[in-house]
């Protein structure tokens, strides 16, 4: 099975920050990935699809990049509704797997 | 606009089986682009991918949970639902039910209910 492995676990950041998050998957899988946000208290929202598209509605201060087994979730100028815990998933074959997640939160 | 709906019994008890079900509205379980998925999400843990139906009734499961759980689909009340017998504190869990779209692009799960705590207790 793939597995999906995500850093950091937590950051710390400010409003106006420029954040990475990376994921690593143990086998190529193309540019089968998302990237979900969840929230506390409320469901995952897809943010970016097959690596590197943004979902409709989406900003365009969140970007993806990868390809293969590396891949990156860039939120360039952080929001005060961008802290929150994030996701990354394989949809490249199943079971699908999730990594274990990023909480972004304030400095 | 698709929205998903998760219901059932929000308390099983040990070694019984929890049900539940999701409805979608907003669009039909019966189209070919979709496999309809369910994914539990521990307190305070991360999430974890349990199954997901396609619409010819092909399953697909998690190895971890694959002797226990059952995915089906009722396309005339436009539902799909999930069985996990033989539950233990483990179990206790927010259950989303989500749509995960197929596309040359690849696949996303594009929708996904509010979720449904379940408890494990006696």
């Known amino acids: 099975d793939i597995q999906m492995t995500q850093s950091p676990p937590s950051l710390s950041a400010s409003v106006g920050d420029r954040v990475t998050i990376t994921c690593r998957a143990n086998?190529?899988?193309?540019?089968?990935l998302n990237w979900l946000q969840q929230r506390p208290g409320t469901a995952p929202k897809l943010l970016i699809y097959?690596?590197?598209n943004l979902q409709t509605g989406v900003p365009s201060r969140f970007s993806g990049s990868g390809s293969g087994t590396d891949f990156t979730l860039s939120i360039s100028r952080l929001q005060p509704e961008d802290f929150a815990t994030y996701y990354c998933?394989?949809?490249?074959?199943?079971?699908?797997?999730f990594g274990q997640g990023t909480r972004v939160d304030f400095k | 606009q698709v929205q998903l709906q998760e219901s059932g019994p929000g308390l099983v008890k040990p070694s019984q089986t929890l049900s539940l079900t999701c409805t979608v509205s907003?669009?039909?379980?019966?189209?070919?682009?979709?496999?309809w998925t369910w994914i539990r999400q521990p307190a305070g843990k991360g999430l974890e991918w349990m199954g997901r139906?396609?619409?010819?009734?092909?399953?697909d499961y998690s190895p971890a949970l694959k002797s226990r759980v059952r995915i089906s689909m009722e396309t005339s009340t436009n539902e799909f639902s999930l069985r996990l017998n033989s539950v233990t504190a483990a179990d206790t869990a927010v259950y989303y039910c989500?749509?995960?779209?197929?596309?040359?692009?690849?696949?996303?799960?594009?929708?996904w209910g509010q979720g449904k705590l379940v408890t494990v207790a006696s």
């Open positions: 097959a690596a590197s």
């Open positions: 086998q190529s899988i193309g540019n089968f």
């Open positions: 139906i396609y619409t010819n009734g092909v399953t």
């Open positions: 998933l394989q949809t490249y074959t199943t079971p699908r797997a």
């Open positions: 907003g669009g039909s379980v019966n189209i070919g682009t979709y496999y």
């Open positions: 989500a749509r995960d779209i197929s596309g040359t692009w690849g696949n996303a799960l594009d929708y």
